[in-house]
């Protein structure tokens, strides 16, 4: 079984969906390392990349921001990523691997690309080896539910079902919040190199018409229970 070493026990945070200056103040207080942004038209999250540069200027160093793009021409995802000259792309769509490093230019930034597992039994159909091969020039993979549209519509897939040895960093995403990403991390930290988790709906004020808008208890909360889970594993090494 592939294991993260001990000095890669820190769960890197991300979250995403982010559209207000508040938010992404809150979020970078609560403790994330990343921030993302929809850059996909068709998302109730959606900015501009003028907006989204505007919200990443209030980054503080070593928080990076993250722009999301779902089968967008690869021209405009040089042009928008050129408005944020630190940002990791994520790709999401149905980019090939061809698309992922010509949209990059050929890996100069890094990138992230999106596996949709599917949900229920079908999720063990899924060649997530296979995937990692065909992406390898991916910085990370991301892991989503497979729902309609595009990201995971804040519904989780069967972490059990992953395959047990993955050589990749991967990033757990698709219906996480406070009350189950620690057990995420503990079942799925295991079978990579390293985890890292993105949260968006999990952090959202309740209601409808709220998308977007984020709970700053709730990220609280979210990365609190990220570092329980950091300490529960660094426990479990110190015993082994």
């Known amino acids: 079984m592939t294991s993260a070493s001990p000095f890669a026990q820190r769960t890197r945070i991300k979250i995403c969906g982010l559209t207000r200056e508040q938010d992404v103040d809150a979020a970078v207080a609560a403790g994330a390392d990343a921030i993302g942004f929809v850059l996909y038209e ?26 999301l793009f779902a089968n967008e021409e690869i021209s405009k995802i040089i042009a928008s990523c050129a408005y944020i ?32 597992i599917p949900l229920g039994a079908a999720g063990g159909s899924f060649d997530l080896v296979k995937f990692v091969f ?18 995971g519509g804040g519904q989780t897939f069967n972490w059990s079902l992953l395959p047990q040895n993955v050589n990749a960093h991967l990033v ?22 390293t985890l890292s988790v993105d949260v968006s709906s999990g952090v ?9 808008i984020k709970d ?15 300490k529960q594993l660094a426990k ?5």
């Open 42 to 67: 068709k998302s109730p999250r959606y900015v501009s990349h003028q907006r989204a540069a505007e919200l990443a200027r209030r980054l503080p160093p070593f928080v990076t921001p993250v722009l």
């Open 204 to 212: 959202e004020v309740s209601g409808p018409g709220n998308k977007g």
């Open 236 to 240: 479990k090494s110190h015993h082994v």
């Open 85 to 116: 000259t630190s940002a990791t792309a994520q790709f999401h769509g149905e980019e090939t691997p061809a698309d992922c490093l010509m949209a990059t230019q050929e890996g100069v930034r890094p990138y992230l690309r999106a596996a949709r």
């Open 134 to 151: 065909d992406y390898s020039s991916a910085q990370a993979i991301l892991l989503d539910a497979h729902v309609d549209g595009y990201g």
């Open 216 to 230: 700053p208890e709730k990220m609280n909360s979210f990365v609190a229970a990220v570092r329980a889970a950091d």
């Open 172 to 193: 757990l995403s698709g219906g996480l919040n406070a009350a189950n990403v620690t057990d995420g991390i503990l079942q799925v930290r295991p079978r990579c190199k």
